[in-house]
């Protein structure tokens, strides 16, 4: 609290920011994926799932898929057990403008048909 005192006092500007979607992802498109979770890694300021995808030749993709944070999860109705490796979903969202195999995640599908939607900053 004082360090919070003594930068509103000080006379300095205190910027908080966070990154634009826009900056990161196409958000003139949306992509759908299902695929198995690998690897989750559950920490603020977004949770990622490391998804394998089966394209259409079969051929297995790694795709990083950024969620909302641990606790918009959470609220939406998922967890870290519904998100754990080796669970399957479906994704849909934005795909990354510079990197391949990269999804802002807007929605996600689970196998008994529970889905959670995410709302994103564009």
């Known amino acids: 609290m004082a360090l919070l ?3 509103l006092t ?3 500007s205190v910027v908080w920011a966070h990154h634009a979607t826009a900056a990161q992802y196409d958000i003139s ?3 759908t994926l299902t695929g198995v979770i690998s690897k989750l890694d559950w ?3 977004h949770v990622h799932a490391f998804v394998d995808v089966k394209r259409a030749d079969g051929v ?3 795709w990083d898929a950024e969620l909302a944070s ?3 999860i959470i609220v939406a109705g998922l967890s870290k057990e519904t998100l754990k490796p080796g669970a399957t979903l479906t994704l849909k969202g934005y795909p990354g403008n510079r990197a391949d ?3 802002c995640v807007t929605r996600v599908k689970m196998p008994d048909g ?3 939607t995410f709302t994103v900053g564009i």
């Open 5 to 7: 005192v003594t930068l």
């Open 70 to 72: 641990p606790g918009g």
């Open 101 to 103: 195999r990269t999804i």
């Open 60 to 62: 297995l993709e790694s």
């Open 29 to 31: 498109r949306m992509v």
């Open 10 to 12: 000080s006379g300095k």
């Open 43 to 45: 920490a603020n300021p």
């Open 114 to 116: 529970m889905t959670a």
